[in-house]
């Protein structure tokens, strides 16, 4: 199994990202995919999430400027980020979880910044 984000980057307060995540070696469509950040020196926390059956859950910190969507069909999940804050600068990692089964990628880099 492989998970790989893109689409990190610098960004201007208020701007916009879309992050990608490409999954393969899984049945794509039973997994849970989640997003995760870690900032320096915080702990990962939780971001978005879409569950198999196209559930949509957010931390408060997100909620209105953060959509997460999935395409079964291309074994993606994406994260729409809009009205960036510098608080939102970390690594974003995608999450793929069900059963006993969960995996990780590498993360890419957001930092929103003037």
């Known amino acids: 199994v492989q998970l790989v984000e893109s689409g990190g980057a610098l960004v201007q307060p208020g701007g916009s990202l879309r992050l990608s995540c490409a999954a393969s070696g899984m049945v794509f469509s039973i997994y849970d995919m989640r997003w995760y950040r870690q900032a320096p020196g915080k702990q990962r926390e939780f971001v978005a999430a879409?569950?198999?059956?196209?559930?949509?859950h957010y931390a408060d910190s997100v909620k209105g400027r953060f959509a997460v969507s999935r395409e079964n069909a291309n074994n993606m999940v994406f994260l729409q980020m809009n009205s960036l804050k510098p608080e939102d600068t970390a690594v974003y990692y995608c999450?793929?979880?069900?059963?006993?089964?969960?995996?990780w990628g590498r993360g890419t880099q957001v930092t929103v910044s003037s």
């Open positions: 999450n793929a979880a069900w059963s006993k089964y969960d995996y």
């Open positions: 879409i569950t198999s059956g196209i559930s949509r």
